[in-house]
């Protein structure tokens, strides 16, 4: 003998509304991180995803470029000096692949300079960030990067 159901039916979407339950299937960005200092990239995965993001770590260029062949990112977060590929070329070595990936490099170093001095005359102009960076700081400039509003970054922590 079937059981009567004691319970009102509420369908999904009025949950996902009322924010009940999160969105399924909502895309979440993917961010690749890449720096040579493993410390660094690291903690700025482990940031990146606590804040609801999809972080990927790569700890040099050559290793990140395979990577975004492989899963394409949203957003390409690297630090610009590094052995063997540097952040400006992995820069543009990804979008000519990933037309659409968001870059944003960060270094504390001189050096920077002339290598995005390079890049701006072969058509590439990247945002910057100084080493060091505040995580608030650098979830704004993401946030930014990927035209997230802050009320959406909101959604990505649930």
């Keep these: 003998m079937p059981v009567e159901n004691e319970f009102e039916k509420v ?24 720096d040579d200092e493993i410390v660094i990239a690291d903690t700025l995965t482990v940031i990146l995803a606590k804040e ?14 395979e990577i975004a062949k492989i899963i394409p990112p949203d957003l390409l977060l690297s630090d610009v000096v590094m052995p ?14 990933i037309p659409d990936c968001k870059v944003l490099l960060f ?25 060091p960076v505040h995580p608030a700081e650098l979830l704004v400039r993401i946030s930014e990067s990927l035209g ?11």
């Design 11 to 34: 369908p999904l979407a009025d949950l996902i509304l009322k924010g009940i339950i999160p969105e399924i299937n909502q895309p979440r960005p993917i961010v690749l991180v890449v």
């Design 52 to 65: 609801g993001f999809v972080a990927i770590t790569a700890y040099d260029g050559l290793t990140a470029f």
């Design 84 to 97: 063997g590929l540097n952040g400006v070329e992995l820069a543009m070595a990804i979008r000519q692949i």
């Design 107 to 131: 270094s504390g170093q001189a050096a920077t300079v002339d290598l995005l001095a390079q890049a701006r005359a072969a058509g590439h102009n990247f945002t910057t960030i100084e080493k």
């Design 148 to 158: 997230i509003q802050q009320a959406n970054q909101e959604k990505l922590s649930a």
